[in-house]
């Protein structure tokens, strides 16, 4: 079955500390990945997608099949980051399919 | 562009009503997703619906329906509410291969 984990729901570090949002996944096939974030009192947004292997808000996350993982990663903290954050795994191909996401962390950042 | 919007905001039920909640994808996508996202949950998925039809559909019993307009615009309709139907609603509109965008959903209170 597809499924997506996100192990913790509440990561908590200090303002410049490196971050690591853990995401592991259970798909037969090849896996399309996606991290979404949703700021308080925002609409969910795209993060970033495995395929662009672009880095935004300086937040990378590279897709690790051996392990099945995609986790998200970022060098130093900021209290703007302070966000839920989501990891999705799309079922289907192209614009057919649908999204399976994890139960989300939240991460704070503390000053 | 407002991309998508969803109407109503938030609304209160009894157990057993009828609910319609609307969509309104961004313009120039044609393909409108459903999800319920339950407090402390990550979405999950309910239809997708292409072309006025439902092409997809997650684990959801037949008291879910939809429909989508020639416009694109999209409804949920829940019958027979349950207590365990309050969550919020989100809709979220893609046009070809990447990207869903996503509303700011519907919170839907059933007493």
């Known amino acids: 079955a597809q499924r997506v984990t996100q192990p913790e729901k509440l990561l908590s570090v200090f303002k410049g500390a490196p971050v690591e949002l853990k995401c592991n996944y259970s798909?037969?096939?090849?896996?399309?990945l996606f991290w979404y974030v949703q700021y308080s009192r925002q609409r969910l947004q795209l993060l970033l997608r495995?395929?662009s292997r672009e880095s935004i808000k300086g937040f990378t996350a590279d897709l690790n099949k051996g392990e099945t993982s995609f986790h998200l990663k970022k060098p130093f903290a900021q209290e703007e980051d302070s966000a839920m954050y989501y990891c999705?795994?799309?079922?289907?191909?192209?614009?057919?399919?649908?999204?399976?996401f994890g139960q989300g962390t939240t991460l704070q950042v503390k000053p | 562009d407002a991309g998508v919007t969803q109407s109503p905001t938030h609304l209160i039920k009894t157990r057993g009503q009828q609910v319609t909640l609307r969509c309104s994808p961004k313009?120039?996508?044609?393909?409108v997703s459903w999800y319920q996202q339950a407090l402390g949950q990550g979405p999950q998925f309910i239809f997708q619906y292409y072309e006025e039809e439902e092409r997809q559909r997650g684990n959801f019993p037949d008291r879910f329906s939809g429909h989508q307009f020639p416009n694109y615009s999209s409804e949920l309709n829940v019958n027979a509410l349950l207590l365990g139907d309050s969550a919020l609603y989100l809709c979220?509109?893609?046009?070809?291969?990447?990207?869903?965008?996503f509303g700011p959903g519907t919170r839907l209170t059933v007493t």
């Open positions: 979220a509109s893609t046009l070809g291969e990447y990207e869903q965008y």
């Open positions: 999705a795994l799309r079922h289907g191909s192209g614009n057919t399919g649908k999204l399976i």
């Open positions: 798909y037969s096939g090849s896996p399309e």
């Open positions: 313009s120039g996508h044609d393909t």
């Open positions: 495995h395929i």
